[in-house]
């Protein structure tokens, strides 16, 4: 007889003798014991996050939470302005828009470091590689640039602190900075190491699997945008948008 199917996440509501998550009992073990930052890298990664690294997980969740009036933001107030009543919809139509552009290019910035930690040997000939590949492919490099950030992102200087001070081992972050220097010099000029890229590194620092860090991105930006949603509800900003589009000119083709 094949397996049964099961699940090592949690048990289900209709096991009322036990109430179990990765292991432990969730009323003795998790709840008033661990944080929502430690209760979430348990549930993703099956293992307790290092009391060392709880300060450097809980930094990553927080550093994108808010942005201001981004597109993300400004969907979620609109989808609110048309749902009122359904806070959840707006919140998850904003966080629908974390990924390869908006606030979720950690998960391609870690990728790419753990690749060249993974790879060993020189860790400069390994970067200009990747930096040559790149090009040839015409493609951006996940983590490098930024509109108003320059020549460095003090975000980025920030996580970094915070997880070297956490008792990091430093080689995704040495990685990073090395290849942002490679970048440079075949450019021949600075191109910003991001919050994103430094998220990608310090993700990695603190072994969350590359697979699931641009959830790292969602999860805090959801809250950051209940913050838009409630705001909106008490002084909206979706009748000024709306005023603006109307007044957008209708051009016949040519």
């Not at 981004?70 to 048309?82: C, E, I, K, Q």
């Not at 993700?203 to 409630?230: Q, S």
Request: net charge negative; glycine share 10%.
């Amino acid at each position: 007889m094949a397996d049964r199917p099961f699940t090592r996440i949690g048990t289900p509501t209709s096991d009322t003798k036990r109430f179990r998550m990765r292991g432990k009992d969730v009323l003795s073990e998790v709840v008033g014991v661990k944080t929502f930052a430690e209760t979430f890298y348990l549930l993703v990664t099956g293992r307790d996050l290092p009391e060392n690294h709880v300060r450097t997980f809980d930094a990553c969740m927080v550093i994108l939470m808010d942005h201001g009036i981004t597109p993300t933001a400004l969907v979620a107030r609109m989808v609110n302005d048309s749902l009122p009543d359904d806070i959840q919809l707006p919140m998850i139509a904003g966080a629908m828009m974390v990924g390869n552009k908006f606030a979720g290019t950690m998960a391609g910035a870690g990728a790419i470091f753990k690749e060249g930690v993974e790879a060993g040997g020189d860790k400069r000939t390994w970067a200009a590689g990747v930096v040559q590949r790149f090009k040839e492919e015409k493609k951006f490099i996940p983590g490098y640039g930024h509109p108003y950030y320059f020549p460095t992102d003090p975000r980025a200087d920030r996580m970094f602190q915070i997880a070297m001070e956490g008792g990091a081992t430093g080689e995704y972050i040495e990685l990073a900075k090395i290849l942002a220097e490679e970048i440079e010099k075949a450019r021949g000029k600075p191109l910003t190491l991001n919050v994103t890229g430094a998220l990608g590194a310090v993700l990695n620092e603190v072994d969350f699997p590359v697979e699931t860090m641009r959830a790292v991105a969602a999860v805090g930006r959801a809250a950051g945008l209940i913050g838009h949603i409630r705001e909106e509800m008490e002084n909206p900003i979706v009748p000024s948008v709306v005023e603006f589009i109307n007044n957008i000119e209708y051009r016949d083709p040519d």
